[in-house]
């Protein structure tokens, strides 16, 4: 059973679009979740962290979060070309005190001019 | 800004080799992490670190694979004798802030041949 699933994409939006990234998970006790940005080979950036339900801001980033229905979203406002990169979506378990971070396969995002 | 540095950033082995890579985690950070990501593929979690101790490992972190944190301050990620199969980005993370958010370093590619 996949533990974090995002669909691999690519989502492809015009500049200054919103693009809507999406993320479920299976683990209903996951307590925490993070959205990673990540540029081909280079290394997860993170961007957004969120474990309330509701929603997150952060500029441009909105983060939701909806524990009932085990999903977790980003928007990203006003989209450049420079944020034409992979995101991932990570979800913290707590295993013997250990949080670990599972990612998921990751969304490809490209905004064209 | 405080970050996670990873060396060398490039690495190339002959297989059976034994390779060993580097890691400063951020300086307060008490969880440390490392994953592994094969090109193309996801994010994967190798083993977490925590009080001096692995508090969890993955599947793929078999006998081949240790780590130590030799002096209070580096992490190293040893893998006994390398297979091909092992090539991959290896990132360490150290967690730390509120949610405990995993913090990346740049990466070592490492390629065995």
């Known amino acids: 059973q996949k533990e974090v699933e995002q669909n691999s994409g690519p989502l492809s939006v015009p500049e200054g679009a919103i693009a809507s990234l999406n993320c479920t998970y299976s683990?209903?006790?996951?307590?925490?979740f993070f959205w990673y940005r990540q540029y081909s080979g280079k290394s997860p950036e993170l961007i957004m962290s969120i474990y309330s339900n509701g929603d997150k801001e952060d500029g441009r980033f909105t983060a939701q979060l909806n524990k009932a229905s085990q999903y977790v979203s980003l928007l990203i406002r006003d989209s450049q070309p420079s944020d034409s990169a992979t995101y991932l979506c990570?979800?913290?378990?707590?295993?013997?005190?250990?949080?670990?971070?599972?990612f998921g396969r990751g969304t490809s995002l490209i905004v064209h001019p | 800004e405080p970050e996670v540095t990873q060396t060398p950033s490039h690495q190339v082995t002959q297989m059976g080799q034994e390779v060993i890579l580097r890691c400063v985690p951020i300086?307060?950070?008490?969880?440390f992490y490392w994953y592994r990501q094969i090109l193309g593929q996801k994010v994967e979690f190798l083993v977490s670190?925590?009080?001096?101790?692995?508090?969890?490992k993955s599947e793929i972190f078999d006998d081949q694979f240790s780590v130590e944190r030799p002096d209070g301050s580096n992490f190293t990620l040893k893998i006994r004798s390398t297979k091909l199969e092992d090539s991959a980005m290896y990132f360490c993370a150290s967690g730390g802030g509120q949610l405990n958010q995993a913090f990346f370093g740049q990466g070592t590619r490492l390629t065995v041949v």
């Open positions: 990570a979800v913290k378990r707590s295993s013997g005190g250990s949080y670990i971070p599972t």
């Open positions: 683990d209903r006790v996951s307590q925490s």
């Open positions: 300086s307060n950070h008490l969880y």
């Open positions: 670190f925590y009080n001096n101790e692995i508090s969890e």
